[in-house]
């Protein structure tokens, strides 16, 4: 039986917004912008030496939570699933300039990082760990892959069924869409509410500001995407086979 237009058309719009959903869930998995802290300037010699200690510690030194968290706190740092950046100055004596220079440096989590266990008290092993923390980092690490792969999965069933001529997959692609699309609205989650408890367990500077980066906005986005592209895949399916008994039905009689 040939495919109705009405079904090629929500095929074609499903695999538009499947594609536009993958590109922005890829582009905010590999940017470092999901939060971003806003530090007060520094204008004391003592303080910038201590910047300049801990800048060191976060690019070169071993991974420490603690470390980690306190260099994006005070040097105007963006945090990622993959990233972590902070502003850094170019001149030696950029804190007697009124408005010096700054970079950005960014450093990558290794996989053994990612999978490192949260405590109670960030930095402190003797503390415990925190289980929720832990399970919440690496959640918003799995789930995009796991959202990544039912839609790569998807194509490759597409892909098969427009070789075939059949349309009868699109229902059970238009489920894992359905899936993919919740996989990224965990992923936005999780991060959230692990940032959450990240800030309750940490003591934040004062005049220390943090806001969510348009990376995080990218991934929510993608949800409601891939979501939209499940609900055409399911209609067309659930119609076209409708319209298929119909017709055989008028056929027999």
Not at 17 to 36: D, E, F, K, M, Q
Not at 228 to 235: K, S
Request: net charge neutral; glycine share 8%; hydrophobic share 45%.
């Amino acid at each position: 039986m040939m495919v109705d237009n009405r079904h090629a058309t929500a095929l074609v719009i499903a695999g538009v917004l499947s594609v536009l959903a993958s590109v922005y869930l890829s582009v905010s998995i590999g940017s470092p912008h999901w939060y971003r802290y806003t530090s007060p300037p520094v204008r004391a010699e003592p303080n910038a030496t201590e910047l300049r200690a801990l800048q060191d510690e976060f690019l070169e030194g071993d991974f420490d939570e603690k470390t980690v968290s306190d260099a994006l706190f005070r040097m105007n740092g963006t945090l990622g699933l993959w990233w972590r950046c902070i502003q850094t100055p170019t001149d030696a004596h950029w804190y007697r300039e009124p408005d010096p220079k700054m970079m950005m440096e960014c450093v990558s989590f290794t996989l053994s990082q990612q999978f490192t266990p949260k405590y109670k008290e960030p930095g402190n092993h003797n503390s415990g760990e925190d289980m929720i923390r832990t399970y919440l980092w690496r959640c918003q690490l799995l789930l995009p892959l796991v959202s990544l792969g039912l839609v790569v999965l998807g194509g490759l069933l597409g892909f098969c069924a427009c070789l075939c001529g059949s349309l009868s997959p699109a229902l059970f692609i238009g489920l894992l869409h359905l899936l993919a699309g919740l996989c990224s609205l965990a992923t936005v989650c999780c991060f959230l509410a692990g940032m959450d408890l990240l800030h309750r367990v940490s003591v934040l500077p004062d005049h220390v500001g943090g806001a969510l980066g348009w990376s995080l906005y990218l991934a929510l986005i993608a949800s409601p995407l891939h979501m939209m592209a499940a609900a055409l895949l399911v209609w067309a399916a659930r119609s076209h086979s409708q319209s298929y008994y119909r017709m055989t039905v008028y056929r027999v009689a």
